[in-house]
């Protein structure tokens, strides 16, 4: 499956962001899907991650309640609605994809695809 992101940019602390991963392919239903993100210097982080139900979702601490993950099988798209968003939210965010059941931990290397990421920076 291939997997591109878009909607990152420059916006303000406290301004909201909508970030898509369209994947191409007819098996999007059959992944779970995660996004992840990697500011500069540092190591690629867990953002949140979505079953393929759409049903579980999960979040790394520093997004809970600011981020919601959803997808929608019909378009083969899955989104990330970032609120509240802060200077320390300044990253490439990368959506990545994986067959059937994620690994516990949401794990970088657990993840079988990837898109090239998006941009996002948060001025203060």
């Known amino acids: 499956v291939q997997l591109q992101a878009s909607g990152g940019g420059l916006v303000q602390a406290g301004d909201s962001l909508r970030l898509s991963c369209a994947a191409s392919?007819?098996?999007?239903?059959?992944?779970?899907m995660g996004w992840f993100r990697q500011a500069p210097g540092k190591e690629r982080q867990f953002v949140s991650g979505?079953?393929?139900?759409?049903?579980?979702?999960y979040y790394g601490d520093s997004v809970k309640g600011r981020f919601t993950i959803s997808r929608d099988n019909a378009k083969n798209t899955v989104y990330l609605q970032m609120n509240s968003l802060k200077p320390e939210d300044t990253a490439v965010y990368y959506c990545?994809?994986?067959?059937?059941?994620?690994?516990?931990?949401?794990?970088?290397?657990?993840?079988?695809?990837w898109g090239k990421g998006t941009l996002v920076t948060v001025s203060s």
């Open positions: 990545a994809a994986v067959l059937g059941r994620p690994s516990d931990n949401w794990s970088v290397g657990g993840m079988d695809y």
């Open positions: 392919g007819r098996t999007f239903s059959s992944y779970a």
């Open positions: 979505i079953r393929i139900s759409g049903i579980s979702t």
